[in-house]
């Protein structure tokens, strides 16, 4: 089993909509979670940082981290075609674990 | 703030040559600075921890003496590809240490390199 499962997709959208993204982990003793964006032949950008449970909100993206579950989740409201890229979460700590990446295509 | 440059962008080389990219924390001093492997359509892949002023620690499988990286400051780590080979060819990406605050990485924009 791996530490960190996501769904590769891709997962494809029309404008607007509101879009979900999930990892799930098995190592309870990560205690710090990412949500990185990275567009086609770039480095990753770190879009959402969370340390607890809870919900985090920046705008129009929204972090869920659910520590009893192991699941986190990342909600993008009213998408936009330049969300299109691949969306990696990250946990751990001083080395990250990340997860194999969802691809996101939102269809003007 | 948490700029990180990576230089070269590209880079084509001959079989057999060395190859040396640079990674730059450009607004913050970083103690740790870590380099990753992606290939296409895959997640990043760490290859080795570096630390300032110490030697670097290697994820199993990856070959010290092929990928050698050196942290000689606070905003610099170099990765040399000795010997490249056309398996060598990959998307290499660096990235820093938030600091003591977070947790978080920072990454550069990436360095792909071809082999030929």
């Known amino acids: 089993q791996k530490e960190v499962e996501q769904d590769p997709g891709p997962l494809s959208v029309p404008e607007g909509a509101i879009v979900s993204l999930n990892c799930t982990y098995s190592n309870s003793a990560f205690q710090y979670f990412m949500w990185y964006r990275q567009y086609s032949r770039k480095g990753p950008e770190l879009l959402m940082y969370t340390y607890s449970s809870g919900n985090k909100e920046d705008g129009r993206f929204t972090a869920q981290v659910d520590k009893s579950s192991k699941y986190i989740s990342l909600f993008i409201r009213d998408s936009q075609p330049s969300d299109s890229a691949t969306y990696l979460c990250a946990m751990g700590g001083n080395k990250l674990v990340f997860g194999a990446g969802t691809i996101l295509r939102v269809k003007s | 703030g948490a700029v990180v440059s990576q230089h070269p962008s590209r880079v084509i080389c001959k079989s057999g040559t060395s190859v040396k990219i640079e990674c730059r924390s450009l607004?913050?001093?970083?103690?740790?600075m870590f380099w990753y492997r992606q290939f296409p359509k895959k997640s990043l892949m760490l290859m080795a921890t570096?630390?300032?002023?110490?030697?670097?620690?290697?994820e199993q499988g990856v070959e010290k003496d092929k990928f050698l990286i050196n942290h000689a400051s606070l905003t610099l780590s170099t990765l040399t590809v000795t010997s490249a080979h056309p398996e060598d060819s990959s998307f290499y990406i660096c990235?820093?240490?938030?600091?003591?605050?977070?947790?978080?990485?920072?990454f550069g924009p990436g360095t792909r390199l071809l082999v030929l």
């Open positions: 607004d913050f001093q970083a103690t740790t």
């Open positions: 990235s820093a240490d938030g600091g003591s605050q977070t947790e978080t990485q920072y």
């Open positions: 570096s630390n300032e002023g110490s030697k670097a620690t290697y």
